[in-house]
C-alpha cells in the first residue's frame, strides 16, 4: 500500500505542477501578445487583412491607416482599414452593399438598427464578419471597414463581431 500512496503523491505534484506551468505560460502569452488569441487565430490576421474587400472603396474615399490585431479581452482576429470620406452614409454603404455581395458576403441582420453595416461569411474553417461604420480618427471624419473571426460558435446576428 505504500508503494500506491507514493505513486499518487507523485501524480498528484506532476499534475500540480503542469497546471501551474501552464497558467504561466499562459499569462506570459497574453502579457506578451495583449490577447487572449491562440496561435491559430494569431495566424487567421494575415489572412484577414488579405481580404480584397478591405481595399476596396469609393472614389472619394482615401486611404489613411490599416490596422490588425487580436481584441485584448476575447480571442478574435481582425483586421481593417480606415478611409477618410467626405461623401454620405448612403454613397459608401451602397458601394460596400455591391462589393460585399459580390465578394460572396451576406448581409447580417440584427434586431437593433444600426448605422453600421454588417455582413458574414466563412474564410478557411472561421466564421467571418465584415462591418462597415462611419466615424472619426483625430478629427478625420470617414469610416472603417473591419473583418473580425472566430473558430467558436458566435451569434448569427454578428452580435459579437459587428
Known sequence: MKVRSGYMKIIAGLAVT??????????TLTTFTGSECTSEEEDLIPVLAAQKILTAHPEKAVAQDGYTGCFPDDPFPYAGNFYEFSGTWEEY?????TAARADGWRPVVTEEPSEDICYTRKIGEATAFLSVGGHSVDGVEGYGIDISASYGDVPEDGELLC
Do not use: V, W
Open 18 to 27: 503542469a497546471l501551474l506551468l501552464g497558467g504561466l505560460a499562459y499569462m
Open 93 to 97: 454603404t451602397s458601394f460596400y452593399e
